[in-house]
């Protein structure tokens, strides 16, 4: 397996609304992020992931954008951004952009020319459809509730919008398009930026006969979005891509990638395959999502042995073949100690460590989210009114306001546990007022419980998360077997530990890692001169694992 820098990389997302607000608007910034780099620094960290600092009438937060090659004006300028990117250059950082490309903002200039009429010159950079029996051009629905096709009064057509309907997507078929896209990636690229990650990538092709959705039910909020994805010509358009853009400097690349198999992640990024390097796939991340039909939107309890049998799949499928991205946690997923650990005051940086260690020494690329490395957890306001995230209003509405099918308490207990806004809570810097994220009154809550989890405090506890997070970075500089090393899983069906072993020239490295609040015994195969690389317990107490414990056995091989 070839050796390359972004395969030993860690990744932090950013996420710039939420993370530091530098003139008081409430809002994060760009200036902000300047401001806050000597953390990542420190933090040990290689690639800075930005989710989109683009211009936005920020329907979706930014990933709604309305012009690729400006900054969004409460960001900042593109003066800050080029001052950001020389900055963190000079502290040795790479900045990856956001690249949303399989749709635009409806306020974007090419759909505003688009929708005015059918031979506009713009009118191919979308997708319009005639109305078929005075209806939708066919049943597929919007990943965020209802159909995916809004009628525009103009000219009598549909559009589609697998997302917002203020987020029209792109008709990838015309090469003007591309060639747009190509010559905007190359106008980052110029500026210094270090690498993409592609916002549901394998959306952008679509099957020409756009035909019903067999498991279509609104009523459920479920999505078409697999009825688009993986589409005939993905594969051309990407390696394309990568001909006319990703092949001309060296970058990183990763692309969100729902409904993928391992068959077709190998696809996207063999190591011959010429499109991507990684991908993002969601099967462990839908791990808990409704068994009622209702989409992400429960509060069930994740199953160990399903975990452990995607992730170990991914990992052995993948070997030797493609490269895996490592995520717990990102901009649209609730925080993994609430999630997959214990947020307790008792547990919750036991348990964040011990999943720390499960993700970041199995073999590919991690990434972190910020908060992530101080065990930041998922935030439970009181009402409806306080979150902002449009995925969360929507289901609210059709779940509890129209369709009446959960109480305002079930739906509240469901989007205490899945709401993207539990990730997107200002960045929590210190116990001064507002978290030390802004002077002026922050665009969405904080979390109440910054005056105990904090930078600050995390950096005045040697033995807190942030510095085990420190310490899993700087071993995985140190130690090759942690990146490239095999894997192997170790029982299966313990619905308590998740072990596993991971083999590389003469060493083996064997991983523990206790997911319950319970002292319990398991015997591993480890020599008595193993030593512990890293652990949560202070101790080592052998067969013994104590609550939430997690260990790491470095073992050297005779001759």
């Known amino acids: 397996m070839e050796k390359t820098w972004w395969k030993e990389a860690v990744v932090y997302q950013i996420y710039p609304r939420s993370f530091q607000d530098s003139n008081g608007d409430g809002v994060g910034d760009i200036p902000g992020i300047i401001q806050r780099l000597p953390h990542l620094k420190e933090l040990g960290v290689d690639v800075i992931w930005l989710s989109p600092v683009y211009q936005s009438p920020n329907d979706d937060n930014g990933y709604d954008i309305s012009d690729y090659q400006a900054i969004q004006p409460e960001y900042g300028t593109m003066a800050d951004a080029e001052a950001l990117f020389a900055k963190a250059h000079e502290l040795g950082l790479k900045v990856m952009m956001d690249l949303v490309v399989n749709h635009t903002s409806d306020e974007h200039r090419w759909f505003e020319e688009s929708r005015k009429s059918k031979d506009n010159p713009y009118r191919d950079y979308y997708i319009w459809k005639d109305p078929v029996d005075g209806k939708e051009p066919n049943n597929w629905a919007s990943d965020f509730g209802g159909p995916a096709w809004e009628y525009d009064e103009t000219t009598g057509q549909y559009y589609l919008h697998i997302f917002s309907k203020k987020q029209p997507d792109l008709n990838w078929d015309n090469p003007k398009v591309r060639q747009e896209i190509y010559d905007m990636m190359n106008f980052w690229l110029a500026k210094g930026v270090d690498g993409f990650r592609m916002d549901v990538i394998n959306l952008i092709s679509k099957d020409p006969a756009f035909p019903d959705d067999p498991d279509v039910d609104y009523e459920n909020h479920s999505s078409s979005m697999e009825m688009v994805a993986n589409g005939p010509n993905v594969h051309q358009y990407l390696k394309e891509m990568h001909d006319q853009v990703l092949s001309q400097a060296d970058i990183i690349t990763v692309g969100e990638t729902p409904g993928v198999s391992t068959d077709d992640a190998i696809l996207y990024t063999g190591f011959d395959a010429g499109e991507l390097q990684m991908v993002f796939q969601f099967e462990h991340a839908v791990i808990d999502d409704s068994k009622e039909g209702l989409g992400k939107w429960s509060n069930e309890r994740f199953d160990l042995v399903e975990l452990k049998r995607i992730l170990s799949k991914w990992q052995v499928e993948l070997h030797n073949k493609a490269w895996n991205s490592l995520y717990w946690n990102n901009h649209d997923r609730p925080r993994v100690v609430s999630r997959f650990g214990n947020d307790s005051p008792e547990y919750r940086e036991l348990s964040a460590k011990m999943l720390a260690t499960t993700m970041h020494f199995m073999q590919g690329t991690p990434y972190i989210f910020q908060g992530e490395e101080i065990a930041m957890t998922n935030v439970a306001f009181e009402n409806i009114e306080a979150y902002r995230d449009i995925d969360t209003l929507n289901a609210y509405r059709d779940l509890v306001e129209e369709q009446k099918r959960l109480t305002p308490e079930t739906m509240m207990e469901f989007v205490h546990h899945s709401s993207r806004d539990n990730a997107r809570t200002p960045m929590q810097w210190d116990a001064a007022e507002q978290a030390g994220f802004t002077t002026g009154e922050p665009w969405l809550g904080l979390n109440p419980n910054y005056s105990e989890i904090n930078v600050a405090a995390a950096k005045e506890n040697p033995?807190?998360?942030?510095?085990?997070?420190?310490?899993?970075?700087?071993?995985?500089?140190?130690?090759?077997?942690?990146?490239?090393?095999?894997?192997?899983?170790?029982?299966?069906?313990?619905?308590?530990?998740?072990?596993?072993?991971?083999?590389?020239?003469?060493?083996?490295?064997?991983?523990?890692?206790?997911?319950?609040d319970q002292t319990i015994k398991r015997e591993y195969d480890v020599p008595a001169d193993a030593k512990v690389l890293i652990a949560n317990y202070s101790d080592d107490l052998g067969t013994t694992l104590r609550p939430y414990e997690s260990k790491v056995y470095h073992i050297k091989k005779e001759g």
């Open 463 to 516: 033995a807190s998360i942030f510095y085990y997070y420190q310490q899993i970075n700087q071993l995985r500089k140190n130690h090759p077997i942690i990146v490239y090393g095999d894997y192997e899983l170790l029982n299966a069906e313990d619905s308590e530990v998740f072990a596993y072993v991971r083999h590389y020239e003469d060493e083996e490295l064997v991983i523990i890692n206790n997911f319950t």
